[in-house]
């Protein structure tokens, strides 16, 4: 089905001197299986937004519904839509407490209130998913690398079998290896499972390459929704708002702007040979 915020607005410290106006009627409708990314300048109000498509904050006005029922609503099981719509938080690894990688991925199943045998099956389930072997089910999760560790805390949301996995900035802090294993690991997850993935992030690099739809936020509004192709075709108005396109738009730009009658909407490295040497096996033929 889908997630579908109308209206929404969230005011920090209502009526406060110091309330701050984080979203300002958002509209939206996530359909099932998608793979947005959601990006914006720091303080643009993305996980203030991710934050209330679980529930855990409450729109200050407007509505969310979820499979097409309103989460506000009298009698709305909120603890149910915690474990289908799965937030993992940025810097998850701070959340580990468990002794074991397996105990702790464990905690979020047994909670939902199956058995150890059943919480064991889904937390080893989840590991492997995200490529963590049976080796370190027993390790401490402090004697594992930074990436390993954002695994671990993955493996603790998918364990829940969420309908919607959120990922607030999953990448942050990484080295590149580091960054795109995640990555890599989370685009595999979306196709096997065929669950809808929102990630969060600063880096049009890293979402260019991977989403279907991009959501760009400014000052607490969504200010272009689209493919990656048609948002940084705004790459000039992006720019504006601190954000910039990936890099081999420029490139593709000052290729057209020399006479080079290449395609500019080229949004990875790849793209972008395929459509330089279109246009040079284009030349050979004149
Ligand atoms: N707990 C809070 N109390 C008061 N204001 C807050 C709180 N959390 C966030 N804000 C403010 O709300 C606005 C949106 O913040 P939010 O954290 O949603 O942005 P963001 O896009 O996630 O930023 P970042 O990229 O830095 O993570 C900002 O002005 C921020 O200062
Ligand atoms: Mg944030």
């Known amino acids: 089905m889908s997630i579908k915020v109308k209206n929404v607005s969230y005011t920090y410290s209502e009526g406060m001197a110091y309330e701050v106006h984080a979203l300002k009627d958002v509209n939206l409708e996530i359909p099932d299986g998608q793979f947005?990314?959601?990006?914006?300048h720091t303080g643009s109000g993305k996980s203030t937004l991710i934050q209330h498509l679980n529930g855990l904050l409450r729109a200050t006005e407007g509505k969310i519904y979820f499979n097409g029922k309103d989460i506000y609503g009298d009698k709305y099981p909120m603890r149910e839509l915690r474990s289908k719509v799965g937030l993992v938080f940025q810097y998850p690894e701070y959340q580990l407490f468990e002794t074991d990688v397996l105990k702790d991925v464990c905690f979020g199943p047994r909670n939902l209130g199956y058995s150890q045998k059943e919480a064991e099956e889904k937390a080893k389930?989840?590991?492997?998913?995200?490529?963590?072997?049976?080796?370190?089910?027993?390790?401490?999760p402090f004697e594992l690398s930074g990436g390993q560790k954002r695994r671990v805390a993955i493996a603790g949301v998918l364990a829940m079998d969420p309908e919607v996995l959120i990922l607030d900035e999953p990448t942050a802090g990484l080295d590149p290896r580091g960054r795109d294993e995640i990555l890599d690991q989370i685009s595999?997850?979306?196709r096997e499972r065929g669950i809808t993935v929102i990630l969060v992030s600063h880096s049009m690099e890293d979402v260019a390459r991977y989403v279907d739809r991009l959501i760009v936020m400014n000052q607490g509004q969504v200010r272009f929704d689209g493919t990656p192709k048609e948002v940084f075709r705004h790459y000039r108005e992006l720019e504006e708002i601190g954000l910039a396109a990936p890099q081999v738009t420029y490139l593709m730009?000052?290729?057209k702007e020399k006479g080079a009658r290449v395609d500019t909407d080229a949004t990875t490295v790849e793209e972008a040979a395929d459509a330089i040497a279109a246009w040079l096996g284009g030349q050979e033929q004149l």
Do not use: F, P, T
């Open 253 to 255: 730009q000052e290729l």
């Open 125 to 140: 389930r989840a590991l492997r998913m995200v490529g963590m072997g049976e080796e370190y089910d027993s390790s401490s």
């Open 36 to 40: 947005v990314g959601l990006i914006g």
């Open 188 to 190: 595999y997850l979306k």
